[in-house]
């Protein structure tokens, strides 16, 4: 890790003032691939200047997509008329530890009749397993070779619509069904799918494509196989997991942030929670404020689920601001099992958490027989301690940030390149709110700070 992945962060000051987001993460890099699938060029707007759009794009240019910057900022033009194979070696150099590539394979095997797809990392923040992906696309009638450097997957026939249950109402597994049903022969019935905003976006691109996809209430999709599909034009909604982050920013901070392109639709699980914590906010056409109306904030009991609950990604940033709460906050997180470990290093910084295997605070989860330390009991306020931080995951990082912002004394922030995958200019956004932080070369001499920064009670 070099200094360049550091961040210096001197505590202390609320952040105050505006930021806007642009489209969201879980949205804009599956739209991207969604063009593979159209007959002529896609125009996406809306699209944000981070690493996983980075990736996305080099991928697609892999297999001959022509990618080319729209006539406004955000704006991307995907031609995808000279689709081709790419090379082995070139697919998994740019690739790098993202699980995106495994989205490419149903275009793929639509379009040339063969797929390759690498190694998978992502944040390591519990089991994501990919067998499922690839049971998925044997459903459909791919054939898949397991080989040591990834998996080479073929259709030697057009592929099939079939009918799916999935155990878990994954999103990145109901992106894969939708991705790979909307060409297939027949009709797909996916049984317990995602419902995200993402998820409802995808789909809206999609139909505008020529797709023929319902949806009903008992999270059920069914998607019926056309012969082809043309390009799109289409805005991406906003980030509501960037909003939120701001938003626990705000309230750890005792700040004040306005946040451009906000949506209350999208959020409203979030806006409850952040009531019930004592957090204030307001919404208007452009955007939602929030901020910290001073006082004592409330401890709250929490339990993450799918949509329309409260999402995993809203889970880490919270917790920070849960530290300055009174009285005994519980944390009970459903969605992945390992997410709850970021909070070793805000114990480190001077935080009261402990994490237990059992279910607590809400009903019983998959995860309660299987020894993860998935639960957390958040005894606050506690006053938080600059440290030397190690960001582990995308939310994680962002929630050290955060915490460090929140801190009195000086942190050193490592990692924060991983920052990038979701957050677009978040150093710039930080710094126009009031942010105190340096890039190490700009801070000469400093040593990590190895241990928290003591300081009277």
């Not at 114990?347 to 998935?374: P, W």
């Amino acid at each position: 890790m070099t200094d360049a992945d550091v961040l210096v962060v001197h505590g202390g000051t609320p952040l105050e003032g505006e930021i806007r987001l642009r489209g969201a993460k879980n949205l804009v890099p599956k739209a991207m691939v969604a063009a593979l699938l159209g007959s002529g060029p896609s125009r996406l707007r809306n699209v944000p200047e981070i690493r996983d759009v980075r990736v996305v794009r080099g991928l697609l240019q892999l297999h001959g997509v022509t990618v080319e910057n729209g006539d406004e900022p955000g704006e991307l033009v995907l031609d995808p008329t000279r689709v081709e194979s790419a090379n082995v070696a070139d697919i998994d150099a740019h690739a790098g530890s993202s699980r995106i590539p495994i989205l490419f394979c149903g275009p793929l095997l639509h379009r040339l009749g063969h797929a390759f797809i690498p190694g998978l990392g992502g944040c390591d923040i519990g089991g994501r397993p990919i067998d499922f992906h690839f049971d998925v696309l044997r459903k459909f009638g791919a054939t898949i070779d397991k080989r040591a450097d990834g998996q080479y997957l073929e259709a030697p026939q057009r592929l099939r619509g079939c009918k799916i249950q999935l155990p878990y109402p994954s999103v990145g597994s109901t992106e894969q069904v939708l991705l790979t049903a909307v060409l297939a022969e027949g009709v797909t019935e996916l049984s317990n799918a995602a419902v995200e905003p993402e998820i409802e976006d995808l789909i809206c691109v999609l139909q505008k494509m020529g797709a023929m996809i319902s949806m009903d209430t008992d999270r059920t999709i069914r998607i019926t196989g056309v012969d082809r599909l043309d390009g799109y034009t289409h805005r991406a909604i906003p980030d509501r997991l960037e909003a939120a982050s701001w938003a626990s920013a705000a309230l750890a901070t005792e700040g004040d942030i306005y946040v451009h392109g906000a949506q209350q639709r999208s959020m409203m699980t979030f806006l409850n929670t952040y009531r019930r914590v004592g957090g204030a906010f307001e919404i208007d056409d452009e955007g939602i404020r929030f901020w910290h109306p001073g006082g004592p904030l409330d401890a709250i009991a929490l339990e993450t689920d799918v949509h329309p609950g409260f999402q995993t990604d809203w889970q880490q940033p919270l917790v920070v601001a849960l530290t300055q709460a009174s009285g005994l906050s519980i944390v009970h997180e459903t969605v992945y099992e390992s997410r709850l470990g970021f909070t070793s290093a805000l114990n480190q910084m001077g935080a009261h958490i402990q994490l237990y295997r059992e279910c607590l605070g809400g009903s019983a989860c998959r995860f309660g027989q299987r020894n993860f330390l998935h639960s957390a009991v958040v005894s606050g306020p506690t006053k938080l301690q600059g440290a030397d931080l190690v960001i582990p995951d995308l939310r994680g990082g962002f929630s050290y940030l955060i915490a460090a912002l929140a801190a009195q004394g000086t942190s050193r922030v490592h990692g924060i390149s991983l920052i990038n995958r979701g957050y677009e200019n978040f150093l710039a956004k930080l710094q126009g709110l009031g942010a105190h932080i340096e890039l190490p070369e700009r801070a000469p001499g400093r040593e990590p700070a190895r241990e928290p920064v003591s300081e009277p009670a």
